[in-house]
């Protein structure tokens, strides 16, 4: 007899993301050489200045059970860099250091969304996000961008789209899927909508921060008057290459970052104790120390840019932060490849993967289903290889 699970989970979709990357792990077990430009993963190590922390904390026996909160002077870190690259006060108190970014996110609207609310997630959104919305019991409302835009919402989609059911939005720039890097002139208008709705609240997913190619980056509380109603989230998984650290934190008004603590509470505890202390050397060491990371990404960006226009059929925009593409594919369409019929992308990236070897992942996931995202945190050896075998598998 099956076990009977809840609605809750039920309702939950399994992350495209993820599934991609086991049917490509499940090819490679045979022996087929797959190419990966699915995970949203930095193919460097992580920095030895970081590591050196770690091995520090591990000699002085950093082996007890954390403050559900964070360090001390883990939260002191956090406050150095916001301070110094955001300009945002925030006291200790305000922060919270969790198992992830994505952790920060889901205390976040779990502390914030009651059923029946409705969430804002300008599309393309992280695939995360919605899911998270479900489970917190809220209603997901895409609010969609296009290529056109460069895949950022206007203030006047935004006005369309509250409702008096609203009561958060996700935001997150630089952009997973699009790359696309709000400007402060564009934040400044969304948040003269949002001052007019003061119940509504913004969790600003900054994990890209450092991987923006622009020269500046905006931090959503830097919007005078908004600063109260933001919850800034940002991590060292992405800049850093730390994605197996599992660290991430929150900066919120004292009540909000209260109730993530109390959640946080009753659901892991605190963060990894050594990872808290090699987030100190990372965030101290701040973007002139990963620049080296961050030129290598640039280079592959445009390493991309060329190699995607050189496939016709898509439509591509130049993305100005992340490690992403997401060219538009509609012109594949009803096209039929070696037998194979193209419906829509989730089949035109089934066939990239099956024919050509090279797994990507459905603008489905993120909301945009005219849409393809291609990592290219990867060698640039594995990228011309790639789009060669792209290339020849849609006839060009």
Request: neutral net charge.
């Amino acid at each position: 007899m099956e076990p009977k699970l809840s609605n809750r989970i039920q309702s939950l979709a399994t992350s495209q993301t993820i599934a991609m990357a086991e049917r490509a792990a499940d090819l490679k077990a045979e022996g087929v050489n797959i190419i990966s430009l699915s995970l949203g993963e930095p193919d460097f190590d992580t920095p030895d200045y970081i590591i050196e922390a770690a091995e520090k904390a591990i000699e002085n026996k950093f082996f007890k059970y954390p403050p559900v909160t964070g360090y001390k002077d883990t939260r002191e870190a956090i406050a150095r860099k916001l301070k110094r690259d955001n300009n945002l006060d925030y006291d200790i108190n305000q922060i919270v250091v969790s198992n992830g970014s994505k952790q920060s996110i889901f205390n976040a609207a779990m502390v914030l969304v009651s059923p029946g609310d409705e969430v804002l997630l300008p599309s393309p959104f992280w695939v995360s996000y919605k899911e998270i919305t479900k489970l917190v019991g809220g209603i997901p409302v895409p609010v969609k961008a296009t290529i056109e835009n460069d895949f950022k919402i206007t203030p006047e989609q935004l006005e369309r789209a509250i409702t008096p059911k609203t009561k958060l939005m996700i935001f997150n720039t630089p952009s997973n899927p699009s790359g696309s890097v709000y400007s402060k002139k564009e934040l400044k208008a969304l948040g003269e909508v949002l001052k007019k709705y003061p119940d509504i609240y913004i969790i600003s997913d900054e994990i890209y921060e450092y991987i923006n190619f622009t020269g500046n980056f905006a931090s959503f509380a830097e919007v005078s008057g908004l600063k109260d109603r933001v919850i800034t989230i940002n991590g060292a998984s992405k800049a850093f290459a730390m994605t197996g650290w599992r660290v991430g934190y929150m900066a919120a008004h004292p009540t909000i970052a209260k109730a993530c603590i109390k959640i946080q509470s009753q659901v892991t505890s605190g963060a990894n104790s050594i990872a808290q202390k090699a987030l100190i050397a990372a965030l101290d060491g701040g973007k002139e120390k990963i620049k080296y990371m961050i030129d290598a990404f640039d280079e592959r960006r445009q390493l991309v840019y060329q190699l995607l226009n050189d496939i016709p059929g898509f439509k591509v925009n130049m993305p100005e932060g992340a490690f992403y593409f997401f060219p538009e594919v509609t012109e594949f369409f009803g096209k039929e490849f070696n037998g194979y019929k193209i419906k829509n992308a989730t089949d035109l990236s089934m066939y990239l993967l099956e024919e050509a070897k090279v797994a990507t992942v459905t603008g489905e996931a993120f909301g945009n289903p005219e849409c393809l995202r291609f990592s290219y945190a990867t060698s640039k050896e594995d990228l011309i290889e790639a789009f060669n075998r792209i290339k020849k598998a849609l006839k060009f």
